[in-house]
Nanobody, 120 residues
């Protein structure tokens, strides 16, 4: 079983930066991919809301479909912690950001989520 703990959310001004962290613990060797979704009220956590994900074994990073995110957000990994550096933040980045881990076998694990609010 993998446990995920997110940190780093909060309030930022437009144009500012935040760095989210997702610390994985437990059976991290079971992780296939780890990533971030963002979810606004009423939305589901599906591929449309994927921010980025990383393949645990080789460090390959894939960003979601939002071109605006690709230009401003950067995912990185240091040991068992994955970071999401968010720069040039916009009010539309306001959402709850959820970290998840997909194991090689078994169900997805979710973190508790962290709120990001960007003021205009």
């Amino acid at each position: 079983q993998v446990q995920l703990v997110e940190s780093g959310g909060g309030l930022a001004q437009t144009g500012g930066s935040l760095r989210l962290a997702c610390a994985a613990s437990g059976r991290t060797s079971d992780i296939h991919t780890l990533g971030w979704f963002r979810q606004e009220p009423g939305e589901s956590r599906d591929e449309a809301n994927l921010v980025a994900r990383i393949t645990w074994s080789n460090g390959r990073i894939d960003y979601g479909h939002d071109d605006s995110v690709k230009d401003r957000f950067t995912m990185s990994k240091d040991k068992d912690t994955v970071y999401l550096q968010m720069d040039r933040l916009k009010p539309e980045d306001t959402a709850r950001y959820h970290c998840y881990a997909d194991p090689h076998n078994g169900p997805r694990t979710w973190g508790q989520g962290t709120q990001v609010t960007v003021s205009s």
